[in-house]
T-cell receptor, first 112, second 116 residues
Framework: GDSVTQMEGPVTLSEEAFLTINCTYT??????LFWYVQYPGEGLQLLLK?????DKGSNKGFEATYRKETTSFHLEKGSVQVSDSAVYFC???????????FGDGTTLTVKP | ETGVTQTPRHLVMGMTNKKSLKCEQH?????MYWYKQSAKKPLELMFV???????ENNSVPSRFSPECPNSSHLFLHLHTLQPEDSALYLC???????????????FGPGTRLTVT
């Protein structure tokens, strides 16, 4: 079956540091790929997505590129802020799938 | 505001109580989901509904009983729960498989359930 593996946390960074959270997937066909973010006390919300190989999703300074050759979708941000502290989930969903497959989540803490 | 609302936001219940969680979406989606999120554990998919029909039940104990009367509403009926059922219960919606549109899910804020 499909699976998503993301970098284990927790990750602690200083403000303005560079962020990378690794994500790799296994799937049949060409799934859509997503990053979701969950702030404390809230549900998950979509951060960015990419629907085909070489697409780059971006939002709020975060970016991720769909790499078919390495089956990866790593999340990056050039300069993190304290307000970016949250749990980040990588996910995939095939076009014929009735559900998404989520990674285990990576907790990011950004210190001032 | 994601277009998915959940009530109540917090619930404390005893093991012999019966209660229901409610989810409503205003996004025109035809797929709805229940997830369980426990501390230190991965997100667990419980149930999936497509066009009001249950299409997935991930071996969830029968003390959890879902109901989907229409594509906009989803309930989770709870009875004789155990303390280990305490968790955040998240509802989500999306376009159904095979439909046109993105496949991202929209989540509600969750119901924080405590079983005493």
């Amino acid at each position: 079956g499909d699976s998503v593996t993301q970098m284990e946390g927790p990750v602690t960074l200083s403000e303005e540091a560079f962020l990378t959270i690794n994500c790799t997937y296994t799937a049949t066909g060409y799934p859509s790929l997503f990053w979701y973010v969950q702030y404390p006390g809230e549900g998950l919300q979509l951060l960015l997505k990419a629907t085909k190989a070489d697409d780059k999703g971006s939002n709020k300074g975060f970016e991720a590129t769909y790499r078919k050759e390495t089956t990866s979708f790593h999340l990056e941000k050039g300069s993190v802020q304290v307000s970016d502290s949250a749990v980040y989930f990588c996910a995939s969903r095939g076009t014929n799938a009735g559900k998404s497959t989520f990674g285990d989540g990576t907790t990011l803490t950004v210190k001032p | 505001e994601t277009g998915v609302t959940q009530t109540p936001r917090h619930l404390v219940m005893g093991m012999t109580n019966k209660k229901s969680l409610k989810c409503e979406q205003h996004l025109g989606h035809n797929a709805m989901y229940w997830y369980k999120q426990s501390a230190k554990k991965p997100l667990e998919l419980m149930f999936v509904y497509n066009f009001k029909e249950q299409t997935e039940n991930n071996s969830v104990p029968s003390r959890f009983s879902p109901e989907c009367p229409n594509s906009s509403h989803l309930f989770l009926h709870l009875h004789t729960l155990q303390p280990e059922d305490s968790a955040l219960y998240l509802c989500a919606s999306s376009h159904s498989k095979g439909e046109r549109g993105g496949y991202e899910q929209y989540f509600g804020p969750g119901t924080r359930l405590t079983v005493t």
